[in-house]
Structures are given as C-alpha cells and as structure tokens.
C-alpha cells in the first residue's frame, strides 16, 4: 500500500508550533515510508478563513522544508460534499433537526439537572411530515445531524494501539448548517477518501471524532484510514497553544532567528524520545520518528529549550548552509570567520556582532595601560597565522610574568571589548594591526 497523508489547517490564523507538529508527523511519515503528502486548506468557514492565511500557512511549511505533492482547497470541492449529503439524506443517516441554539442550551441543562448525559435527546425523529412543514413555515430552516449507530466503535491507533469510542455516549453530530454551509466532519470524510487518504495522523484531541467518522466513511461504502492520535504540545504551565494570539508563530521564531530544524527537531521529538537533540536534516529526523514511541503524556514546551537547541544546531552548521545568509548581512570572511566564530552564537544573525569586532570600531576596555603597552610592543609583525597568539603570549609571559586568565583576560578585553567569545587564535589572523594595536593602547579603532 502506497501510503497517502495529508495536513489539513484551516486558514484563520498563523501556524504556530503546536500546529506545526502533526504537519512535521505527517511529512515525516509519508518520507520516511516514500509516501505522499497532500495540504488540505479546510476553508468551509467563510467568516475566518482568508487567502492571505493560506499563503502564510503554505510559506511556513516551505520555511520548515515540507513541500506538498498535492494542495486542495475545501471551497473548490463543495460538490462533492452536496454528492455526501444527498447520500446520506436517502439512507436515512442524514435527518433534519430545528432547534434553536437556545432551545438545546436549555435542554442540555435540564438533562444535566436530573443527572442524565447532555446530549441530543434524537427528538427531531419523531416528527412528522406535517409538523416538519410547519416549523418550516414558520421561517425554521434544519441543521442536518448524522444518526450514529450507538454501538462501540473500536480502532487500532498506531500511537495508542486499540481505542474504544462509545457512540451511545455521544450525541449525533450536526454536519450541515442551517445555511447549508458544513461542519469539520464531514468534508474531511469525504475529502479523505476521494483523495485516497491511507494514514490519518492528528492530535489526541480528535479521538472521539476519528469514532463518529469511521462511522461515516462506513456509511458512506469507505474503507476508513489508518489512525494515529500523537500527544499534544503544551506550555510549562500545561495551556493550549493558540494560533490566534500569535503565540510561538513559525514566522516569529522564523523573524528571531531560529533554525527551521530546531524547530522540527524539538516540535517532533518532544515528548518521543527521552533526548531531544538538533537532527541536521529531514530524512534523518525521519528516521529517528517511530509513532508507538510517542508518549501518551502532554509534551510541554519551553522556548528556552528551543533556544538552546538552536545554538547547538547552529554550532554544527557548514559555511555552505549559511554563505546565503551571511552574505546577506553584508558579512564577508568566508569560511575561516564562521568556523571562528560559529561556536559563540545561538543565531546565524548573530554572527554580525563578531563582524563589527573584528571589523568596525570598537572601545576597548583596558585596566592595566603599562601591560598593554608592553603587550603592543611585542606585538608580532604581519602575516598572521593561527599561530600567532601562541608565539604573542608566550613572549608576554617572559617579559611581564603572566599566565593564565591574568594574561589572557586583559588582552581579549583590549582586543575585543568582550570577556568571552571565540577564541583569539582564530580571531587575530583576521583583524589589521594597526587596529590591536590602538585597542591595546586604549583608542577606540
């Protein structure tokens, strides 16, 4: 079997981390198994959904390195759900109902005062013929729900193995409006089998969900998919993320300088594995994904972790990853500067800082004046080497007596204004004399 995945946002908001994940479970099933994968934009609501989310969305994921065999969109395919609907009407697993959002508020809450289950009591099946006229006369337009078979629906979950949803517990889902627009469930159904979806990957939230749909699809002569219901990604404190606030947006840890693999890296293997290290590439992150692995606890988020993981990605990154981008940021050096300076920086962007030490004005920071001016006497003439630095402070330490942290120390400072970074063996070969040497004595150069 050729295996079929698909991820399907709706476009009303930007993709966050947390959303980001079964997008990543998806894309690294379908490489991991020569597999397929299809982005379905599930735009049905007409009121939040929006091209320019859309566009976002597909942008993001590109960021990531997800790059769909397919993209459908749900309001292209509206024919296909009226072909559903009309289905399911004749076999009588499609009923109309006409309360009001009042009326079964009201109703819920009198169930749950006399200790009965909230859900729909099926009254709209006893009406007749004439009673339904008359409600639509009176201006009442029906929401259709889908008559369940309340029997214990039971799946194999690849993450959860076998899952036991009781329908009797359930209410029948509303799948049309009352405007004729539809719900979640039942495009998804359809789309999913018209697209030959084989392995349906999503979060735990969506168990008792994948319950009412098997029973749609057999309704509907389908063969459901295979499902895997991963754990969810939480905050510290153990909230939902939201893609509505903005909150951990891909194009905000996109803007701040976050690698695209610390994301997927950490997103994916939070919550899979008991070490979470940077992967360097899809296919090997791939390779590390085994969905009954994944923990059945929330997987929690904590942005410093991200950060740190992203350093320790960069620190492994090639000078080819990253020429682009360096050259980008007006950061010339090639190859000798990034691998001197790769290891003191958690963003590629950050490499600019280096660049201005080495290259720009700097005010250095000199404690001891007499010991930089002897530092600067024996200062050795150009060409430098990596060498260098050893040769300089070897002749230092016979001509003043320091070693150690007491030698090192005052020279980075004088150099570089900094008290840590990369180390000067690989810095000095690069910067001009004459600018030490005023460093040393104190000027700003």
Not at 244 to 252: F, K, V
Not at 298 to 306: G, V
Not at 417 to 429: C, K, V
Request: glycine residues 6%; charged residues 25%.
């Amino acid at each position: 079997m050729s295996v079929v995945v698909r991820f399907a946002p709706s476009p009303t908001g930007f993709l966050h981390i947390g959303n980001a994940r079964p997008a990543l479970f998806n894309w690294l099933f379908a490489l991991k198994h020569q597999g397929r994968f299809i982005l379905r934009f599930d735009d049905t609501d007409r009121e939040r959904s929006t091209v320019e989310f859309a566009a976002a969305i597909s942008e993001d994921l590109a960021w990531l390195g997800i790059r769909p065999d397919v993209v459908v969109r749900q309001s292209d395919r509206l024919a296909h759900y009226d072909a559903a609907v009309a289905t399911l009407k004749a076999t009588g697993r499609l009923y109309p109902c006409y309360e009001t959002a009042d009326e079964l508020d009201r109703r819920r809450k009198r169930q749950i005062a006399r200790g009965l289950p909230p859900i729909y009591d099926r009254t709209a099946l006893k009406l007749s013929d004439a009673e339904r006229a008359t409600l639509e006369a009176q201006g009442r337009r029906p929401h259709w729900r889908f008559k369940l078979d309340q029997v214990d629906v039971t799946f194999q979950d690849l993450v959860r193995g076998e899952v036991h949803v009781h329908a009797d517990s359930l209410s029948d889902p509303v799948l049309v409006r009352e405007d004729g627009t539809y719900l979640y469930t039942l495009p998804s159904v359809i789309d999913d089998m018209a697209l030959g979806i084989t392995h349906v990957i999503r979060g735990e939230d969506h168990v008792v969900n994948t319950g009412v749909q098997i029973q749609l699809f057999k309704a509907l002569d389908a063969t459901p998919p295979v499902f895997a219901h991963h754990n969810l990604l939480t905050t510290v404190g153990g909230e939902g993320l939201s893609k509505r606030t903005g909150a951990l947006s891909l194009r905000s840890l996109r803007d701040s300088g976050i690698e695209p693999m610390a994301v997927a890296s950490l997103a994916v293997l939070i919550g899979t594995s008991d070490r979470v290290e940077p992967i360097a590439d899809m296919a090997t992150l791939a390779a590390h994904v085994d969905l009954a692995h994944v923990s059945r606890a929330p997987a929690k988020f904590d942005p410093a972790d991200l950060a740190t993981l992203n350093a320790k990605l960069v620190h492994q990154l090639p000078y080819e990853a990253v020429r682009e981008r360096l050259d980008a940021l007006g950061i010339g050096g090639g190859q000798s500067f990034w691998n001197a300076i790769k290891g003191n920086v958690s963003t590629v962007a950050e490499a600019s800082t280096w660049w201005r030490i080495i290259f720009d004005t700097v005010t250095p920071t000199v404690e001891d004046p007499d010991f930089a001016t002897t530092a600067a006497s024996v200062l050795p003439r150009t060409p430098w080497d990596e060498t260098t630095w050893t040769t300089w402070t070897e002749t230092l330490t016979a001509a003043t007596g320091r070693k150690g942290k007491a030698l090192f120390l005052p020279l980075r400072r004088a150099i570089t204004g900094r008290d840590h970074g990369p180390e000067m063996r690989l810095l000095l070969p690069m910067m001009d004399r004459e600018r030490v040497v005023a460093r040393l004595k104190g000027e700003a150069a």
